[in-house]
């Protein structure tokens, strides 16, 4: 007996065959795919460096051209701000360097490779980060040499904005180390508090310049605020150079007066388009002020900000000045704690000279003018000023401007009432009292009058006593 052949699988069976394959690869693929296990815990441990290669004060080879970095755990190809090859700097400069990603780590590559007879410092930034976002803490130093001899020898300070007077963070700093015809630049960036440190810097002279460099293309441009070049100098082995520097744009024009307005009748307050100069004599200043129609001029003494708030705290308010109520009584239940960068200013603040980090004061845009004479209400006066030099140095600012004085509108606030509350008198109802029925006592009164028929019908005598 012959059996038939095997049927072909009729359309149907084959569909579900193609559906459960497809099934089982959606599932592997899906098992292959690299994500944290559902239900655990969150990793928020920052990724660290486990070893370096080569080692830390290894003496290596010249022309070395390859460090690498291994991680605790494997890293991102992103870094938090920037690019990989801006994580790693390497210095003194030595050209084109290259970062590049690997599963554990990373691979710095030096194009030209490492000079002969240097210390070199790799700075691995703290913008390195694992596959959950977390960042590495703190940059990662990492010392090699080529023939010279590491020394911690150290380059260090603050850089400041000189018109806040704030830290300045991720200002390159440069100390250039000449070396006869040669030039060695070691360098760094600010930190968020804007400190920095060049460490392992050679002994010897230098030349120091920080800068914003803002396109980090590694040079100073034009219009980068910058400080220096300040002379150095590391004296013997072990030595710590500190300086606070004060960056600044670069600005070519003079400052120029935008307005002139009357604080009161014997003052004037001058603004400029520009931040001038604080440590400037004001005496050396030219200044006058003159009616504009018959030409008279008003002596006037220039002065800060400080200077005047000093004046103004110590005489008192000018008399023509509208006086300023109090403020009303504000409720703080349920309020927090009160905020400090909120705060009104006061006198005592503005008699306080404001300075920087570096100690130097702050600059204004602002002057003030104490008159000789009092301004004459409803007359235009002339100001003219020259001689003025902005923060960057550029001298010869002035301007003039027009100013009108008008009096102050009179107080119309309404007069509170001078009567003091209360009961002065002591006749008033006590509140919560509830007044006795007049008519009913006058009744009860006539009631018990001894000429009264009810009286003798009770039969009762004056004393009260029955008859």
Known sequence: ????????????ATWRLVSA?????????????PEAPRGGPEDRTPP??????????????????????????RISERASTGTL?????????VGNVQVRHQRDGIE??????????QVYRITVLPVIVDMFGNRLQDAFDLVLSTGGTPVPNVVAGVAEDRITGRPVEGARVEAAFGFGTDTVIH????DPEGIYSLRYVPDGSYDLRVYEDRNRNGELDPTEPRAGPFPGQIQTPLDTAFAV??????????PRLTSAEAVDSSAVLLTFDDFLEPLLDLGTLSVTVADSAAGSEVEIELMNEVDFSTREGGEGPPTDQAPVPDPPPVDTAGAGPPDGSGAPETVADRTQPRVGLSGLPLPAQTLYGVLGTPLQAGVTYRVEISGLVNIAGTGQGGGEAMLTWEPPPPDTTPQADSIPGGD??????????????????????????PRSPAFRREGLNLDGAHR
């Open 187 to 190: 360098w760094n960036f600010t």
């Open 48 to 73: 660290y460096i486990l070893e370096a290669e080569p080692d830390t004060f290894a003496q290596v080879p010249p022309g070395l051209q390859e460090i690498r970095f291994r991680f605790s755990e």
């Open 85 to 93: 090859n801006d994580a790693v700097l390497v210095s003194p400069s």
């Open 245 to 254: 520097v004060s960056l600044i744009a670069p600005d070519t024009t003079p």
């Open 424 to 449: 002065p008198a002591g006749d008033s109802v006590p509140p919560d009292t509830i007044p006795p029925d007049t008519l009913f006592f006058q009744r009860s009164q006539a009631s018990l009058s």
């Open 108 to 117: 710095v590559r030096v194009q030209d490779g490492l000079q002969a007879g």
């Open 21 to 33: 394959a497809a099934v089982v690869a959606g599932a592997l693929v899906a098992c292959a795919r």
């Open 1 to 12: 007996m012959t059996g038939s052949p095997p049927s072909a699988p009729t359309p149907r």
